[in-house]
């Protein structure tokens, strides 16, 4: 007789339709929202040089990459939107002018695509501030909260009026779900979805992004977004962008956040995304062109580990690379 254990899990490992079938987490297509970037006076798409595969687009290479990733089985995109310099002021005004930048990314993207594409918006002002921050400041330099959240229910409003079906509020100031629906709500557009950013981290990982829109920042933003070391503040802000009408809260960055996104997973009452940011692609991209890893893999591994976690929508720049290849 034996002296191994009856119980022998290597049984179910066997071959790959074993592994198929007893497999737990399945990745999708349309699991992927592609977020995107729109640049004002731009003649051709401008490659990040920190994000190999990631433009600031042109309305017409805009159009042509979301042809792709709707061609890939990706059906939501979020939008970016990079202004002139010139057009940049202390309030970030260019935000919700319906000719500014932005707007008229979504507004393209509408028309292009109808119903066939969810559009989703960024819904923060840090884009189109002088000062590179995601609210409006007083004299001490101090971000202002409600002061700002009345800015984003502006920008939001003229995001929906645009064509947006999801607005998505990144600022990380209090109140700002619940101010931004009731405005939607004024406006008669209850139509209009919100997706939060609940969980997001004063992150290092956000640093190809500054480079992505250009960003004016100087210092941090750790006033308003949370400090890595904690973890139950995380439950909180989800908690209450539900309480104030959240139809979707989001976890950001992704990978060195597991443990946020799987604890806000087993206990949200709506659907919870993941956003894997700049700084997780532009990691893996150099990683790979070095050739000191397999990039397809630990794509596809890193995006099933949101899954495996419980994330129900994952926000990636790999979103039309990764569905090509499950599709
Ligand atoms: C702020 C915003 C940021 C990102 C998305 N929305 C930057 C920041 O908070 O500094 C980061 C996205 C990424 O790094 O991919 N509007």
């Not at 600031?56 to 890939?72: G, I, M, N, P």
């Not at 064509?163 to 008669?188: N, T, Y």
């Not at 495996?308 to 690379?321: K, M, P, S, V, W």
């Amino acid at each position: 007789m034996s002296s191994f254990p009856a119980r022998r899990p290597r049984r179910l490992r066997s071959t790959p339709q074993m592994r198929n079938l007893v497999a737990e987490t399945t990745l999708r297509p349309s699991d992927l929202i592609l977020p995107m970037f729109i640049a004002d006076g731009l003649d051709e798409p401008n490659e990040i040089s920190s994000m190999p595969g990631v433009y600031q687009h042109t309305f017409d290479s805009l159009c042509r990459a979301t042809e792709e990733a709707l061609e890939a089985g990706v059906t939501c995109v979020d939008l970016f939107g990079v202004p002139l310099e010139k057009d940049k002021d202390a309030t970030g005004s260019v935000a919700w002018n319906p000719d500014g930048i932005l707007n008229r990314g979504i507004a393209a993207l509408r028309e292009e695509f109808g119903d066939d594409l969810i559009i989703m918006a960024d819904t923060c002002l840090d884009e189109f501030t002088s000062h590179g921050h995601c609210g409006v400041l007083d004299d001490q330099g101090r971000v202002l909260n409600d002061e700002s959240v009345q800015l984003y229910q502006k920008m939001a409003r003229s995001q929906a009026e645009a064509g947006a079906q999801i607005i998505s509020p990144s600022g990380m100031m209090d109140g700002q779900v619940a101010a931004i629906r009731a405005d939607l709500d004024e406006a008669g557009r209850d139509d209009v979805s919100i997706m939060a950013y609940s969980a997001k981290y004063a992150s290092a990982f956000f640093g190809p992004f500054r480079e992505a829109v250009g960003s004016s920042l100087e210092g941090d933003r750790r006033t308003y977004q949370q400090d890595p070391r904690n973890f139950r503040e995380s439950l909180l802000e989800a908690e209450l962008d539900i309480e104030e009408g959240a139809d979707f809260v989001m976890v950001k960055p992704g990978l060195p956040y597991l443990d946020v996104l799987s604890a806000i997973a087993e206990t949200s009452s709506v659907p919870v995304a993941v956003y894997q940011v700049s700084g997780e692609y532009a990691m893996i991209k150099a990683g790979a062109a070095n050739g000191w890893v397999d990039g397809e893999a630990i794509m596809l591994e890193s995006l099933t580990a949101f899954k495996r976690a419980g994330a129900d929508q994952i926000l990636t720049y790999f979103a039309t690379e990764a569905a090509r290849l499950l599709k």
